[in-house]
């Protein structure tokens, strides 16, 4: 049986992203650091509490709302089990992918390295 996805990170997609990073880092009581190689553009916590990221807003799935993103061991898996439970996959992908629920709220998925269950997989980075 495949594991159920867990919360991972939740992006927020600003329209001034630096006024983004000050709001989050007052309100979470830490600091936003620029993403490295493989992780995409933004910024984003390194706690061990799921991470909070920040993007400037582009015209992409993942622009207009925030969005929180579900670790999953197995992308295409999950992907045909939001399908069958009446979601939609509205951008696929092999590392992440953005879904809608059943009533039409967006999330995403993001595989997950099986040795480092809390990280992103290594496929991101190659």
């Given at each position: 049986?495949?594991?159920?996805?867990?919360?991972?990170?939740?992006?927020?997609p600003a329209d001034d992203?630096?006024?983004?990073?000050?709001?989050?880092?007052?309100?979470?009581?830490?600091?936003?650091?620029?993403?490295?190689?493989?992780?995409?553009?933004?910024?984003?916590?390194?706690?061990?509490?799921?991470?909070?990221?920040?993007?400037?807003?582009?015209?992409?799935?993942?622009?207009?709302?925030?969005?929180?993103?579900?670790?999953?061991?197995?992308?295409?898996?999950?992907?045909?089990?939001?399908?069958?439970?009446?979601?939609?996959?509205?951008?696929?992908?092999?590392?992440?992918?953005?879904?809608?629920?059943?009533?039409?709220?967006?999330?995403?998925?993001?595989?997950?390295?099986?040795?480092?269950?809390?990280?992103?997989?290594?496929?991101?980075?190659?």
């Open positions: 049986m495949v594991p159920a996805p867990r919360l991972l990170l939740t992006e927020f992203p630096e006024r983004a990073r000050r709001f989050w880092a007052g309100l979470l009581g830490e600091t936003l650091d620029a993403r490295r190689e493989g992780e995409g553009e933004g910024w984003q916590t390194r706690s061990e509490a799921p991470t909070v990221g920040v993007h400037a807003r582009g015209r992409g799935p993942g622009d207009s709302f925030s969005l929180p993103y579900f670790a999953v061991g197995d992308i295409a898996e999950a992907l045909e089990r939001v399908k069958a439970l009446g979601g939609s996959v509205v951008h696929p992908g092999a590392a992440w992918a953005i879904c809608k629920d059943s009533e039409g709220s967006p999330f995403g998925l993001a595989l997950v390295d099986p040795d480092a269950p809390d990280r992103p997989s290594r496929k991101l980075l190659d």
